[in-house]
């Protein structure tokens, strides 16, 4: 694929402002409001042609109706390597502070945790090349610009990763419901990857054996779980909670 589709006006506020990715057509709505208008003044600024359009191009362009007026092309989503996610916390003088997402194929859940990561300051978000939402335009707007300030690595295999990771000293933590330690019971400062399971099954069995330390949230109410891309935002900032106060 040479291009993606961003839409939505936050998607594309923070596309046209991010360095990322190459910005390459903006559409419009014809009888668009001053959000619409101010976006089309911001790409003009930054040389990207705009076309303004009627209702039924801009939803043919999105595959929908929610829009709001705006659509975006895009140079396609950029990945990096292993070493590449290393790197960001070294020259940020930070400990390592990595997620892993091990079969998130929704794709709502998959840009929620991209904007959860980005949001806690996460170096990189590590998926594996199957079983992974691919990153859509649904992504893009659910991750809200996420994707411009976060990196994502792919990987052939998480549990080689790990191990490759271990090697350089990160510690792998992954959440599972049932697991006996609580999620604030661990000293999160250290170099580490956090490990979030698919939306139904969690954590592979693979994957599970290859963590140093299964964590969970301890629920209360009734309630057994909690929405994958709900736990993973809960448990990135406690890492941030921790972190911070050290």
């Known amino acids: 694929m040479s291009e993606e589709i961003i839409y939505g006006i936050n998607p594309v506020d923070e596309a046209l402002k991010g360095r990322r990715r190459k910005p390459l057509e903006l559409f419009v709505a014809r009888d668009s409001g001053p959000r619409v208008r101010g976006l089309a003044d911001a790409a003009r600024r930054r040389g990207v042609p705009v076309r303004d359009s009627d209702k039924s191009e801009l939803e043919r362009l999105a595959g929908n109706s929610r829009h709001q ?3 975006l092309r895009i140079e396609p989503c950029s990945y990096v390597e292993i070493d590449d996610l290393l790197k960001i916390g070294r020259d940020r003088g930070e400990p390592a502070f990595l997620v892993a997402l091990d079969g998130v194929t929704d794709p ?3 840009g929620a945790l991209l904007r959860s990561a980005a949001g806690a300051g996460c170096h990189g978000v590590i998926c594996p090349r199957d079983n992974s939402a691919p990153v859509t335009g649904v992504v893009e707007r659910a991750a ?3 994707l411009e300030h976060v990196a994502l690595c792919r990987v052939v295999n998480l549990a080689r990763t790990f191990d490759l990771l271990k090697k350089e000293g990160l510690w792998i933590y992954g959440l599972a419901g ?3 330690q609580s999620l604030y019971s661990i000293d999160f400062t250290s170099d580490l990857v956090l490990v ?6 969690g954590l592979r069995p ?3 054996r290859h963590c140093d330390q ?3 949230i301890p629920m209360q109410g009734g309630v057994g779980s909690l929405n994958v891309s709900v736990a993973g935002a809960l448990s990135l900032f406690e890492v941030v909670r921790q972190r911070r106060k050290g």
């Open 178 to 180: 049932e697991a006996d």
């Open 206 to 208: 693979n994957v599970r």
């Open 108 to 110: 709502h859940n998959f």
């Open 196 to 201: 979030v399971g698919s939306e139904g099954k």
């Open 214 to 216: 299964l964590v969970s």
């Open 69 to 71: 007026g705006a659509v």
């Open 144 to 146: 809200a610009g996420a």
